[in-house]
């Protein structure tokens, strides 16, 4: 259980930063988005996605539930989201933005994430970035850091299976992608 946290915590925690997972090279590289581009508009989504993550994985040892894990969660979402930014998707529809939210990361969680990027972020480069770093939560090929270290487990006598990582890999990655819709929503259609 410790490792698959840990590569969950580390899928999300790369799409942080342009040099925090390769997809998010390729994306910087085909759009010219610079490191401070990251960190201005993926940072803040990332620690509360982060936040939120400690919270589940965490919450008996806490003694708090769920409910008041995700309510934590929402309302850290509301009070980061109040700053206007300029618009991050000029030009396209919320209903476009979801889309490729959710296809992003179905996609990148049964394709590895960056041959994923790689081919898509011409078509939807603007809309995917990061997106595909929380995908890769999905099952045990949707990112390279997952297959590292399911070899790993097994080197060391501890085998974990494709379904025993995508059971916990799809609750994650709906968990993330529920926490991204709400903040992409605030941030750059309703506060913008």
């Given at each position: 259980?410790?490792?698959?946290?840990?590569?969950?915590?580390?899928?999300?925690?790369?799409?942080a930063?342009?040099?925090?997972?390769?997809?998010?090279i390729?994306?910087?590289?085909?759009?010219?988005?610079?490191?401070?581009?990251?960190?201005?508009?993926?940072?803040?989504?990332?620690?509360?996605?982060?936040?939120?993550?400690v919270?589940?994985?965490g919450?008996?040892?806490?003694h708090?539930?769920?409910s008041?894990?995700?309510?934590?969660?929402?309302?850290?979402?509301?009070l980061?989201?109040?700053?206007?930014?300029?618009?991050f998707?000029?030009?396209?529809?919320l209903?476009?933005?979801?889309?490729?939210?959710?296809?992003?990361?179905?996609?990148?969680?049964?394709?590895?994430?960056?041959?994923y990027?790689?081919?898509?972020?011409?078509?939807?480069?603007?809309?995917?970035?990061?997106?595909?770093?929380?995908?890769?939560?999905a099952?045990?090929?949707?990112?390279?850091?997952?297959?590292?270290v399911?070899?790993?487990?097994?080197?060391?006598?501890?085998?974990?299976?494709?379904?025993?990582?995508?059971?916990?890999?799809?609750?994650?990655?709906?968990?993330?992608?529920?926490?991204?819709?709400?903040?992409?929503?605030?941030?750059?259609?309703?506060?913008?």
């Amino acid at each position: 259980m410790f490792l698959i946290a840990e590569v969950m915590a580390s899928n999300i925690g790369g799409a942080a930063t342009l040099i925090g997972d390769p997809p998010n090279i390729i994306i910087a590289s085909r759009s010219g988005l610079t490191f401070n581009d990251f960190l201005l508009h993926l940072t803040p989504l990332v620690a509360i996605e982060l936040l939120v993550f400690v919270g589940f994985i965490g919450h008996s040892a806490f003694h708090i539930e769920p409910s008041i894990v995700a309510l934590l969660g929402a309302g850290v979402l509301v009070l980061v989201s109040k700053v206007p930014t300029l618009p991050f998707f000029a030009g396209h529809t919320l209903l476009t933005a979801m889309l490729i939210l959710v296809v992003s990361a179905l996609l990148s969680g049964v394709i590895d994430n960056i041959p994923y990027v790689a081919t898509m972020s011409p078509v939807v480069l603007e809309l995917t970035k990061g997106v595909a770093d929380f995908g890769g939560n999905a099952t045990a090929i949707g990112a390279s850091a997952n297959v590292v270290v399911i070899g790993l487990a097994l080197r060391a006598g501890h085998p974990i299976s494709f379904w025993a990582f995508t059971r916990k890999g799809v609750v994650m990655t709906a968990i993330t992608i529920l926490v991204a819709a709400p903040y992409l929503w605030l941030r750059y259609f309703a506060f913008s």
